[in-house]
């Protein structure tokens, strides 16, 4: 099993910024991609960026040049940093993971638990 372990939501003003971080743990071999997913009031959930093993990115239009995403190997982390928020960005962000446990075992993908961020004056 993996367990995927969100950090960093909270309140911002418009124009603000926020990091957000995942870790994983678990019976891990290795990760593949890792994204951020976010769900706003009312929508579905939508993708806001990912980042494949060899740091490939790849982002929403409604994002592109104000997020920016990041992951750690090494850590088996991965980070969104969030800049010029709008109030349109207030959503629960989840973390996302596709890893195998060892290197017969099948992928698995792992979702977090979410956190809250609200972006309001």
């Known amino acids: 099993q993996v367990q995927l372990v969100e950090s960093g939501g909270g309140l911002v003003q418009p124009g603000g910024s926020l990091r957000l971080s995942c870790a994983a743990s678990g019976r891990i071999f290795m990760i593949g991609d890792m994204g951020w997913y976010r769900r706003a009031p009312r929508k579905q959930r939508e993708l806001v960026a990912n980042?494949?093993?060899?740091?490939?990115?790849n982002y929403a239009d409604s994002v592109k040049g104000r997020f920016t995403i990041s992951r750690n190997n090494a850590e088996n982390t991965v980070h969104l940093e969030m800049s010029s928020l709008k109030t349109e960005d207030t959503a629960v962000y989840y973390c996302?993971?596709?890893?195998?446990?060892?290197?017969?075992?099948?992928?698995?993908?792992?979702w977090g638990q979410g956190t809250q961020v609200t972006v309001s004056s």
């Open positions: 980042i494949t093993r060899g740091g490939v990115t």
């Open positions: 996302n993971a596709e890893s195998i446990a060892s290197p017969i075992s099948p992928e698995i993908v792992t």
